[in-house]
């Protein structure tokens, strides 16, 4: 191998790849406020009486289930341009990962509310509470509980997922930020290295710090 | 259980990793090194790797699945290990396994997408170059997704059929 590896210009460049890490969470959070909010309301569609309803959810979770991920990134970006709706690529990469995640959550979801005893909510009602008041107060915390280790995974990708952006031209990202310096000098390896050693550090931060979450939230 | 923990945390840095910057990192190893293999032959690699990472929590998952009881039985009726891997832990295990596996592949298909950062031409980066062409997105697009729909969906409700089917008192 004829080949001398450059670590210097790569750990100089260590601050720019940490602000990129920051936009990178920045996204991942962003994209999974979002999706948790879409998927509770998938996951209420999908136990509603209306028929549309019903066929929103269904069409939204088998999408974003069964295309890859860069595909509904490129739907945002370029589809959605085409029909006079044009969205940036940091915005449209928010976009296709809320959509993702929300398909896939809206499942999770699905299913611990039907985890949720059904008296627990005709008790509530009958004590007198409104519905929405039932459903944020008597059955949101518990739903919480049940999926808060497939929110946590969801995440991990979230944060995985955030490095399509560079495929529609996002520059600031972590990933972004790594192929432009990259290209820039022709150190490849060095500076993916040096990423790869950031989103596994991001990945870690989000595990670890939901286990300790976990265990101050769910002690008794 | 050194060795045991090794692995674990090796896979887990392979599920850690966006796919994109493992196929650029094991891409520039390639011509580092001078392996000479094809950009085909490194994307396979890495999402032969990649799979293995997410196959080996749902292979160990099946074989948890197996009561120990069973597997006892079985060794004190005079079985070998590998005997009780092969006739009692493996039909067991494989009706937890298969539905979850039907899903990794799914996912392994999905991901392939990817491929076309390091210059393959697949699905979605040929209809790119027909969409610079055309200059009708929307509808390439819808057309690619609807290949990849039409490979994923079948298959997705085999598993979640499977599923429903093998899972015991449900």
């Given amino acids: ?220 | 259980m050194v060795l045991q923990r090794a692995a674990g945390s090796l896979l887990d840095v392979f599920r850690s990793i966006p796919l994109l910057i493992q196929f650029v990192l094991i891409n520039s190893v390639n011509s580092l090194l001078r392996l000479g293999l094809s950009t085909f032959k490194v994307a396979c690699l890495v999402l032969a790797i990649y799979t293995a990472a997410y196959c080996t929590e749902l292979v160990r998952a099946g074989i948890l699945s197996v009561p120990s009881i069973t597997r006892r039985a079985g060794r004190s009726l005079g079985l070998t290990y590998l005997q009780d891997l092969r006739e009692i832990v493996f039909p067991i295990a494989v009706k937890v396994v298969l539905p979850n596996w039907i899903g990794l592949t799914l996912g392994v298909m999905k991901d392939t997408s990817l491929v076309l950062w390091i210059g393959i031409t697949e699905l979605l980066r040929s209809s790119q170059s027909i969409v610079t062409r055309t200059q009708e997105p929307l509808l390439v697009l819808a057309i690619a997704g609807l290949i990849y729909f039409l490979m994923s969906f079948p298959v997705a409700r085999l598993g979640t059929m499977l599923e429903k089917k093998w899972t015991p008192n449900d």
């Fill in chain 1, 1 to 220: 191998m004829n080949y001398t590896f450059h670590w210097a210009p790569a750990l100089k460049a260590w601050p720019q790849l940490l602000w990129g890490a920051v936009v990178t969470l920045e996204i991942a959070v962003l994209s999974m406020i979002l999706g948790v909010m879409i998927a509770i309301a998938l996951a209420l569609f999908s136990k509603s009486n209306s028929k549309l309803l019903r066929g929103i959810n269904s069409v939204w979770v088998e999408l974003a289930r069964n295309t890859p991920a860069l595909f509904q990134v490129y739907m945002v970006y370029f589809g959605l341009g085409s029909l006079g709706l044009r969205l940036d690529s940091y915005p449209s990469l928010v976009v296709g990962i809320t959509f993702n995640c929300a398909g896939y959550l809206a499942e999770a979801f699905r299913g611990g509310l039907r985890a949720i005893p059904e008296t627990q909510v005709r008790a509530a009602r009958s004590l007198g509470m409104s519905a929405p008041k039932v459903f944020i107060f008597i059955v949101l915390p518990q739903l919480f509980r049940i999926v808060f280790y497939p929110i946590t995974n969801q995440m991990v990708w979230a944060i995985l997922m955030t490095s399509l952006g560079v495929v529609v031209g996002l520059t600031n990202d972590l990933m972004g930020v790594t192929q432009q310096m990259s290209v820039v000098t022709f150190r490849t390896f060095e500076y993916f290295a040096l990423a790869a050693i950031l989103y596994y550090a991001l990945a870690k931060f989000v595990t670890l710090g939901a286990g300790v979450l976990a265990r101050r939230l769910f002690q008794y």
